[in-house]
């Protein structure tokens, strides 16, 4: 029996969309180097997105759905993708794993700040270092339809569509049935991708999801029944 793509690894992708994995075509490294500049050029941005993984090319009806979800406000960032929600604050670092019903949480470090800048970012040469091939395939209106290709990779065929503002409205990730043990794909569709939202710093505050009485940290009113591990190191 084929081996599906499970669903920590779908959530993986999606929590690093930006990422796309390149070729040494010279003919989109503009088009790619603006979709880059757009994403480093973000100071606030809110976006939301389906995810849906499929058992091979041909099927049409996905086995595995999800919504997505990614605010961003300067340095402040909150995501909630499946059963994991969480927030990087100036002080803290909280996520919320509402599957086993725990809230963990620590000082916030430089580790999260890098993280949460992949998260956002398109980098043109990570993309373009391990790829074969990208071609124009076609434009459809506002939309440029490209296509990745990589024989030896994981995910061996990467399409994706960029709009006119240079954001990448759409992806499907092809993966390698000789290294995955199926010809599976994913596809990302952007619903919400607003580059000016309005969202107050409150929005990122780790009162969201915890409080602290007498110096100890204890789950907020909408997690009762939740347990809090607060790592201060």
Request: charged share 25%; hydrophobic share 40%; aromatic share 10%.
């Amino acid at each position: 029996m084929k081996r599906l793509i499970n669903k920590s690894a779908v959530i993986g992708i999606a929590l690093m969309l930006l990422m796309m994995p390149q070729s040494n075509a010279q003919e989109v490294m503009a088009a790619l180097q603006k979709v880059q500049d757009t994403y480093s050029q973000l100071t606030d941005m809110k976006a939301e997105m389906s995810i849906a993984a499929y058992v091979n090319e041909e099927e049409e009806t996905p086995y595995y759905t999800q919504n997505a979800k990614i605010d961003k406000k300067g340095d402040l960032f909150y995501y909630q993708m499946g059963d994991i929600e969480g927030l990087v604050n100036k002080e803290y670092n909280f996520w919320v794993d509402h599957q086993s019903k725990q809230i963990n949480g620590g000082l916030r470090t430089q580790d999260d700040q890098k993280k949460v800048n992949e998260a956002v970012m398109f980098d043109v040469e990570k993309t373009l270092a391990k790829y074969d091939k990208v071609v124009l395939v076609d434009t459809e209106g506002a939309l440029s339809h490209y296509r990745i290709f990589s024989a030896d990779q994981m995910i061996k065929q990467t399409d994706l569509w960029i709009d006119a503002d240079h954001l990448v409205r759409k992806l499907v990730y092809h993966y390698n049935e000789a290294m995955v043990g199926s010809n599976s794909r994913v596809e990302i569709k952007f619903l919400i991708f607003d580059k000016h939202p309005r969202m107050s710093a409150s929005a990122f505050s780790e009162s969201r999801f915890v409080k602290k009485v007498n110096g100890e940290w204890r789950a907020g009113k909408a997690y009762p029944n939740y347990k809090v591990l607060f790592n201060p190191q």
